[in-house]
């Protein structure tokens, strides 16, 4: 059955009754079902603390005392979980090495840690987060060119993840380990790294929860949303009175456990209300925002747990069909979020602190400013650079020209800084460090480069089809619509 | 009794056997010597690497600690790998000669292991073997110059663990790697993963290094 899109949904008729609100309340049970919440650890306390590992720490409390004591102060520690019970490895692992004659891998990849957290693990492994560096994977290439390998190790894998990679003599790879990547591709195939957010040794509940957790990556040119954070006034809460959000008690409901303020894990993955919580960080989002031009996106989950973000311009899959999945594989639909279910999921934790009015308003001014960047600025310049590589003004690779870096500046880091900060509400990365720059760039470097690259007559006619017909920008038609705040008009008496 | 019947004993001595004792007595002699100059030629680095192969395994050498100390102290390969005593060190090399067989052997009919990739091939089972003899002797060559109550370490805890963590461990179970190029340890070694890496390195087609193997 296939969803049907909120504008059909509109039309009240038999149909409607009949067929879709069955189909809404199953998907809606799928959704809760799928990402139901973190769930308490239910396996045996046979299969864990195992012998072999209790004697680990005896030298490891002398060699590395800081990474045994944050054991030792951990939930783990405490229960008697020991360092073999994440780091055993059999001997037919690709990252099995022997240590002190014990098998184990140095990597503890979710896979492991999926071995007691089953539910995190299912959520995660078909996550944005768990293909960040399948995302990425285009891009790469292209600004190693600009970098090199090394910074692809040092800087793009750091987040994105590595694909690590343990050589034939035992030692891991220096370009894919350490990694902590979010995206990374473990040697046992599966994907992602836990300790990206949670960090090791300690994995202290109150340390995930803060935003910081999210801010190693989440921040910079092109996702400040550490900086869009900081400057809202969710982060002003936060930062105010933070010694009240009770960090670290065990359960975390949005409105129970804390109220001063949402962090990050609040509204992108927290339990809310009705909305439980999951570590698929990027099921309630709506919008694509790091991309050229934004767009919605339907979520695919797939039979196996898997998911895909199918844009709202294509067709969603019948549940049950076969489709490709982002690892190239084929796979069966299990069910299919639309964006808009998306969006209500969103939605519904804003509705522990927000008026339900307050809540929507928002998310239309939110969605306005993306519309702005995408009509105004976003497709005009795909476009025009898409003719540009047709027309064999641009050679293929990217980069050899400024125009490319402009391009990409204008999307891929004011583009998002503006989208990030209507997003989350920090008015100034919306506007002076978003769009404003945005314009900027594209009335005084994207479109006199375009000119320049295109020559005078292809430039005008690219600018004139994508550019000038624009309401957005008839305002350039007005050249004497006098304003002083240049200082036009003062001293010309 | 006189003095006279305690020479008694000596009656057999005639003339011939004593000629032929004191000539056997000197050659028996000389013959260890030779056999202690022997041991300590052939346990010498310059004796080794007059094989190419030993030269490859004796390059890393020349970058580790056990060449170059602060101290000045250097570890030749045979302070490593020769047994102390004339007769173990002769054992031992006449053990070893069986390398230099194949090594014959190899430059005759293949495989030749001057061939740098077909010693990277076959270096792991050479690491395995020579783990092994260190093991069975409980680490006895490493105990020359190392003294388990006698380790500080640089660091916190490295005194520690080995007086008490280590106590009864001998060197080589937890110190492998130290000198030559890194090879996993036996119970979690891969040889396609091994055959890969050289593959890589030697900018071979893939499944080569197994073919040359199988030569």
Redesign the interface.
Known sequence: MTLIKEQSLTEINSFTHRVIFPTVLRLLLILFCTFSHADKVKVDKSEWGLEAGKACI??H???S?GLATQWEESKHGQIGLNCLDCHRAS??D?D???H??E?IATVVSPKDCGRCHVTEYNQQKGSVHANAAAIIKNRIPALENVGGPAIVAGGCDQCHGSTVK??????LDPATWPNSGIGRINPDGSKGSCTSCHGRHRFSKAQARDPAACMRCHSGPDSPDKEVYEASKHGMHFAAERDKMNMDNDLWRAGIEYSAAPTCVTCHMGTAGKIKSTHDVGMRNAWKLNTPVSEKHYLVVFDNGDKLNLPESQDPPNRGASMTKPDGTLGKVKAVASPERRRQAMKAVCLECHGKAFANNFMTQFDNVVRLYNRKFGEPAQAIMKALYREKKLTPVAFDEPLEFTYWELWHDEGSRARHGAAMASPNHAWWEGIYEVGRNFYTKFLPQVREVAGKELGEELIGQHVSGLDEHQWLQQPNKANPILGYGSGAE | MTPLNHWKIFGFLTRHTLFALIIGGVAGIIFILILIEFDHFTSSEEFCTSCHSMEMAAEPYRQSVHYNSASGVRASCGDCHVSEGVFASTWDHFIGGKDLLNQIKGAIIGPDYDEPVFHVLHLPDSAFAARKWFIERNSATCKRCHNKQAILGTRVGTEKVHKEDAKSKSCVECHINLVHRKVPEQKTFKRESWNRMVEEEFNLQPGEADRLLSR
């Open positions: 005896t030298c409390a002398k060699t005392k001997e037919d690709d099995a090495i022997t002190e004659g098998v343990l050589r034939g003599d035992g030692t």
